[in-house]
């Protein structure tokens, strides 16, 4: 698509729908033509189903294909159904592999099966082979659309390769060497193919340094390689090392988008949910809600049990109930602030909790031991100054702070840690998890801290 200088959104947007109102389609198809697909993809997302018919049949055979890519499952499924199976094979013949498959894992089995009773042979046989990649594995993401060179190719042939096969290539700029059976052997770049004598053998030019990703590979890991390197794509090969594809980075970064918006759901003690927020009904929220909140609830009763088992003391020394709050907030924001910590040092890889777990704790025993001892020390001089209780309720308050805050840290980067050890998402140990953990704690730190000053006094 061309695209016109001084380009505004908000601007394009109006007049695309001014002129869909006013049926101009000459006019409007010329504009959607010299309109971004990302922008386009957004304007008939919030058309009828209808109208959006309308705009995906007046854009240029290449765009459409380019658009639909664009577009999430819903408006998929309601535009193919609402045009000809010719358009439809249309579409999927201009689409990228890549992108087709991720279509085809979307729709119904019978969608399918249609698709591939108009497809050619070789077509159903990658396609039949790319849906049995299990979801989520560097399988399931890759492309066959790559550019392949063989090791006795000279950079002439090369080049010429790579002009007759562009179009259907998602990749030309890095070009990769394989040799018998298929088999990994380097890469090569378009810039150094470009640059050098056309009689030049292409394994005297490749890297055979090349990192690779396994079929059955987690799709989280991959996109941690392509963060670690900063590649644009990524060979897959298979057990025996033969290349089979490559994942190229716009794909990671909805791996990305997604593996990071499961973390946020899993940190704020919600079950992870593929679908939009607005698009989900109340019962599915409330549903992928509800076990983690009875979970908390039934866990926080544990603080009506530890109240209990101090009764005697509180009734003592009424003041102590005053403080809490404070001391069970302080606890479950220190141990938070933890979590967060290591649990984003887990993602990025800074942290190894195989051997880094010793250094970590030794660390957030120091920064809880600091924090805690300037937050007593303040907590202590507010219940004397400000609240107006004894000296000995506010040295409670003090110490009391001190050891939560010491304990919060040590829990909150602990239990992120152990997660990953016993195989489950450092995500869930967030804050609801921590929170009502460390309330606990702290409640009984609280109680016999004060059952130690009271007896000292």
Same mark, same amino acid.
Not at 152 to 165: C, M, Q, R, S, Y
Not at 436 to 444: A, P
């Given at each position: 698509m061309r695209q016109d200088i001084n380009y505004d959104f908000e601007e394009r947007i109006e007049l695309l729908a001014s002129l869909l109102s006013e049926k101009k389609f000459i006019e409007l198809a010329d504009l959607l033509s010299r309109t971004n697909p990302i922008d386009v993809e957004e304007f008939i997302s919030n058309l009828s189903d209808e109208d959006s018919v309308i705009v995906f049949r007046l854009l240029k055979k290449d765009d459409a294909a380019e658009v639909f890519a664009e577009l999430d499952h819903d408006q998929k499924q309601k535009l193919l159904s609402g045009i000809t199976d010719l358009e439809v094979d249309n579409i999927f013949k201009d689409l990228n592999f890549d992108d087709m498959i991720d279509t085809l894992e979307e729709m119904p089995a019978s969608f399918v099966k249609k698709v591939l009773k108009r497809s050619d042979s070789e077509t159903?046989? #990658?396609?039949? =082979?790319? %849906?049995?990649?299990?979801?989520?594995?560097? @399988?399931? #993401?890759m492309t066959t659309e790559y550019v392949e060179l063989k090791e006795?190719?000279?950079? @002439?042939?090369? #080049?010429? %390769?790579?002009? =007759?096969?562009s179009d259907n290539r998602t990749v030309i700029y890095t070009c990769y060497v394989t040799g018998a059976g298929k088999k990994l052997l380097g890469f090569v770049s378009l810039r150094t193919l470009v640059t050098s004598n056309r009689d030049v053998l292409v394994k005297d030019l490749m890297y055979e340094d090349v990192i690779s990703v396994g079929t059955h590979d987690d799709q989280e890991d991959v996109a941690k390689q392509f963060g670690r390197y900063g590649f644009t794509s990524l060979p897959v090969v298979d057990s025996e090392r033969r290349m089979v594809g490559i994942i190229t980075v716009d794909d990671i970064f909805d791996v990305m988008e997604e593996e990071t918006t499961e973390d946020f759901q899993k940190m704020a003690a919600t079950t992870p949910d593929e679908a939009e927020y607005l698009d989900s009904s109340v019962w599915q929220l409330a549903k992928n809600r509800l076990p983690w909140l009875l979970f908390l609830m039934v866990s926080g009763s544990f603080t009506s049990t530890i109240l209990k088992n101090y009764q005697n003391l509180i009734q003592s020394m009424i003041a102590l109930n005053i403080f809490v709050p404070m001391l069970t907030d302080s606890g479950g924001n220190a141990g938070s602030q933890a979590s967060t910590l290591v649990i984003r040092g887990m993602a990025t890889g800074e942290i190894d909790t195989s051997k880094d777990w010793l250094v970590v704790i030794f660390k957030e025993l120091r920064v809880g031991l600091l924090s805690g001892f300037i937050m007593g020390i303040v907590a202590c001089a507010k219940c004397v100054l400000f609240d107006k209780v004894n000296f000995e309720v506010g040295l409670i308050v003090g110490v009391t702070i001190l050891v939560i805050i010491t304990i919060a840290k040590i829990v909150g980067s602990m239990l992120p840690m152990l997660a990953k050890k016993l195989n489950f998402d450092p995500a869930i140990m967030a804050s609801p998890l921590i929170t009502?953990?460390?309330?606990?704690? @702290? %409640?009984?730190c609280y109680f016999e801290v004060a059952n130690i000053i009271m007896s000292i006094y």
């Open positions: 159903r046989k #990658l396609v039949n =082979e790319f %849906l049995n990649f299990p979801e989520d594995s560097a @399988g399931s #993401l006795n190719f000279t950079v @002439g042939k090369a #080049l010429d %390769l790579i002009k =007759e096969t009502t953990i460390v309330d606990s704690i @702290g %409640l009984i």
